[in-house]
Nanobody, 118 residues
Framework: QVRLVESGGGLVRPGGSLRLSCVTS????????MTWYRQAPGKERELVAS????????NYADSVKGRFTIFRDNTKNTVFLQMNGLRPEDTAVYLC???????????WGRGTQVTVSS
């Protein structure tokens, strides 16, 4: 079955770094654009970063631009989010999302918790 499993979250001090991974299976990963979202308590879900199915273009939320990098390895069916210069306001559950380049197929992971605190 389709699976998207995030990992790499945890507790980190302000200014620290984390690398999130989303390992997928059950669908043709290379045909899907991938996006990282985040959701904090009391806030709406926010798009953090996205990458095209070929990995040739990326978009970032203004709040993370210059600090976060999204990249993918299509040989491992995995999308990553490298997070540097973390701030307390980055605290959230981070979820990965797959969208087929042309069809209606959509898949969500369950999320991994990132907490930035001193």
């Amino acid at each position: 079955q389709v699976r998207l499993v995030e990992s790499g979250g945890g507790l980190v001090r302000p200014g620290g770094s984390l690398r999130l991974s989303c390992v997928t299976s059950g669908f043709t990963f290379s045909m899907y654009g991938m996006t990282w979202y985040r959701q904090a308590p009391g806030k709406e879900r926010e798009l953090v970063a996205s990458i095209t199915y070929r990995g040739d273009d990326r978009n970032y939320a203004d709040s993370v631009k210059g600090r976060f990098t999204i990249f993918r390895d299509n040989t491992k069916n995995t999308v990553f989010l490298q997070m540097n210069g973390l701030r307390p306001e980055d605290t959230a559950v981070y979820l990965c999302y797959a969208e087929h380049k042309t069809s209606r197929y959509r898949y969500w992971g369950r999320g991994t918790q990132v907490t930035v605190s001193s």
